[in-house]
């Protein structure tokens, strides 16, 4: 069994920061690439940002220059720093892990979702 527990949303003002956290636990061999990803009310899920193994990112570009993903391998543990944020960041953020339990095959775990709400 792998879970996947976020931490860190909450309310801010227009322009503040927060940061979430996403440690996964459980059955794993080993992780391959981390993500987080968000859901706005009435729109689809959509990726923020994400990191491999050897720390190679990609951000959507609604988020570059704000925001920052990052990882600890040896914790499991996947970052997001939002910085200058903006009421239309508001969403519930989820993280996403490529996790291998047996010898071969990755497969994709979510987390429980962290509601961020941007407002004044």
């Known amino acids: 069994q792998v879970q996947l527990v976020e931490s860190g949303g909450g309310l801010v003002q227009p322009g503040g920061s927060l940061g979430l956290s996403c440690a996964a636990s459980g059955s794993i061999v080993s992780i391959g690439a981390m993500g987080w990803y968000r859901q706005a009310p009435g729109k689809q899920r959509e990726l923020v940002a994400t990191?491999?193994?050897?720390?190679?990112?990609k951000y959507a570009d609604s988020v570059k220059d704000r925001f920052t993903i990052s990882r600890d391998n040896a914790k499991n543990t996947v970052y997001l720093q939002m910085n200058s944020l903006k009421p239309e960041d508001t969403a519930v953020y989820y993280c996403?892990?490529?996790?291998?339990?047996?010898?071969?095959?990755?497969?994709?775990?979510w987390g429980q979702g962290t509601q961020v709400t941007v407002s004044s």
């Open positions: 990191i491999t193994v050897n720390r190679s990112t």
């Open positions: 996403n892990a490529a996790i291998r339990q047996g010898m071969f095959t990755y497969n994709d775990y």
